[in-house]
């Protein structure tokens, strides 16, 4: 009965498209079953006479400053890890620095709504030989008619803070004084104890716990309920995940060198890749930053302008980062 009821569900369907095709001339009768719908539903099939199908208008992206909003959100930068030092304020206050290195992002592709469903910038960062990526990287990357990057990331964006392909992006795109969210992938420790893993206290030193002073103790219960719940806490690999510092403050940026100054620590080893965009919880005032990102103007020579330190006045810097 399937059988029957199927091949006349395909009978009655060709005697329908063969009813549909009788306006068009270009279309005969006597093709096949497959090249008959396929005719149908072809872009010259749709088009009949003066009547053509509307195509929505091409969105024209423009690389231009804007008036950011409240509810705006910009794109974020890729940056490589330097490495970490000391800064001493006028109030003889010592300041943990991470130095970070902006090594020439460019936007390589932009998604839009109407065609991946979402606002959203790939940023490219550094350089890469055609040799040590596959040949579907290099293809995108010809593509999009931008050069070949090492990293690649790609930033939710709202509509006002589309940029074109090709956008440089620099340590400029964010201010001194500012909160950032940096985004990274720790650092690889290997198979830890419970007390290095977690911070457990361990068994007693000394009485009582022969050859099992850093043992994570019980892991289960007896006969009800019989076995070890998910997610406690054992013994396992540590490290090597990816993790998010937020409201890092922004203490200095060096457009001369693409180099940007950030207050404490940031995840990842030296070398490391981190995300850098917009804090979430400590938002930065919309006036002081560049919209969609900073534009050099033609006559201004990036090298010749000095670091750009966060002015705090008379005001402590731990008092203002907290």
Not at 93 to 111: E, F, G, M, Y
Not at 190 to 201: D, I, L, N, P, S
Not at 223 to 236: N, Q, R, T
Not at 252 to 267: E, F, S, T, Y
């Amino acid at each position: 009965m399937a059988a029957l009821s199927t091949r006349g569900l395909v009978s009655r369907l060709h005697q329908h498209f063969l009813s549909l095709s009788r306006p068009f001339a270009a279309a005969p009768t006597s093709l096949p079953f497959h090249a008959l719908t396929r005719r149908l539903f072809s872009s010259d099939a749709l088009m009949d006479g003066s009547q053509i199908l509307h195509q929505p208008p091409t969105r024209i992206i423009q690389a231009t400053p804007a008036i950011m909003t409240p509810n705006s959100k910009r794109t974020g930068i890729i940056a490589v890890k330097c490495g970490m030092t000391a800064l001493w304020d006028k109030w003889g206050a010592r300041l943990p620095i991470t130095i970070l290195w902006v090594d020439d992002n460019i936007v390589s592709q932009v998604k839009t709504i109407e065609k991946e469903g979402i606002f959203s910038l790939q940023i490219g960062c550094g350089h890469k030989k055609p040799k040590h990526l596959t040949k579907p990287e290099v293809g995108h990357f010809r593509a999009q008619g931008v050069p070949l990057k090492r990293k690649l990331k790609e930033f939710p964006v709202t509509e006002d803070a589309l940029l074109p392909v090709g956008t440089s992006l620099g340590v400029r795109h964010f201010v001194p004084g500012q909160y950032v969210d940096v985004t990274g992938t720790s650092r690889g420790k290997g198979f830890q104890g419970a007390m290095k893993r977690w911070g457990f206290k361990g068994m007693p030193a000394s009485h009582g716990a022969s050859l099992s002073h850093r043992s994570p103790g019980s892991t289960g219960q007896r006969d009800a309920p019989g076995k070890v719940f998910k997610g406690k806490k054992m013994p396992g690999r540590m490290g090597a995940k990816t993790r998010t510092v937020k409201n890092v403050w922004v203490y200095k940026i060096d457009p001369a060198r693409n180099l940007m100054w950030v207050r404490g620590q940031v995840p990842g080893a030296k070398g490391n890749f981190v995300f850098i965009k917009d804090s979430v919880y400590k938002k930065p005032d919309v006036s002081m930053l560049p919209f969609p990102t900073y534009f050099a103007a033609e006559d201004d020579d990036e090298t010749n302008i000095g670091p750009l330190v966060a002015d705090l006045g008379e005001v402590d810097p731990f008092m203002v980062a907290d």
